[in-house]
T-cell receptor, first 113, second 113 residues
């Protein structure tokens, strides 16, 4: 089944403790992206990757890191999480062009205490 | 500067009637617009899209209209069904900045039986 898999689904952590949210897609998509969803703010783009080893900032990249060493994986790294990073996170992928739809993962609910 | 706005946080309609969800944008460079639907505890899923060179696209009960001069698009659902109750996001992209996807805040649609 074609899908985008995020892990974990829920995560509670404390300020400053490094964490990684994994994202994997099995559709051989070139493009992958991370978003956060906050009440009243919709989906805001954190980072995106046009292809392997090609990443770039979205609208809210501060406090996050990403890497794209393989086509299928695009982990989101929070080196020193802070409470304002408490949010619902979504990973998404698409074949390549902007006229192609995004496939989203089920989301990761992160709470930073 | 919020480039894509959905000014109605919520909309309630009766089953069988038409639902109209609106989206406004400010960036005239957007080339492609997509609508996504999101149920609770799931990731967004693609619904329908439209290129900036068209003014209408139809797929079954769903039609998207684009008015470029007004920088406005709308999603029509006819007839509305209870299963359409969800959060709807509009999103915009441009070929000149293909990695960026800009989403609106979302509109929560409730279809009453």
């Amino acid at each position: 089944e074609a899908q985008v898999t995020q892990n974990p689904r829920y995560l509670i952590t404390v300020t400053g403790k490094k964490l990684t949210v994994t994202c994997s897609q099995n559709m051989n998509h070139e493009y992958m992206s991370w978003y956060r969803q906050d009440p009243g703010l919709g989906l805001r783009q954190i980072y995106y990757s046009m292809n392997v080893e090609v990443t770039d900032k979205g609208d809210v990249p501060e406090g996050y890191k990403v890497s794209r060493k393989e086509k299928r994986n695009f982990p989101l790294i929070l080196e020193s999480p802070s409470p304002n990073q408490t949010s619902l996170y979504f990973c998404a992928s698409r074949p390549g062009q902007i006229n192609e739809k995004l496939f989203f993962g089920s989301g990761t609910q992160l709470s930073v205490l | 500067d919020q480039q894509v706005k959905q000014n109605s946080p919520s909309l309630s309609v009766q089953e069988g009637r038409i639902s109209i969800l609106n989206c406004d944008y400010t960036n005239s460079m957007f080339d492609y617009f997509l609508w996504y639907k999101k149920y609770p505890a799931e990731g967004p899923t693609f619904l329908i899209s439209i290129s900036s060179i068209k003014d209408k696209n139809e797929d079954g009960r769903f039609t998207v209209f684009l008015n470029k001069s007004a920088k406005h698009l709308s999603l029509h659902i006819v007839p509305s069904q209870p299963g359409d109750s969800a959060v709807y996001f509009c999103a915009a992209s441009s070929y000149t900045n293909a990695g960026k996807s800009t989403f609106g805040d979302g509109t929560t649609l409730t279809v009453k039986p």
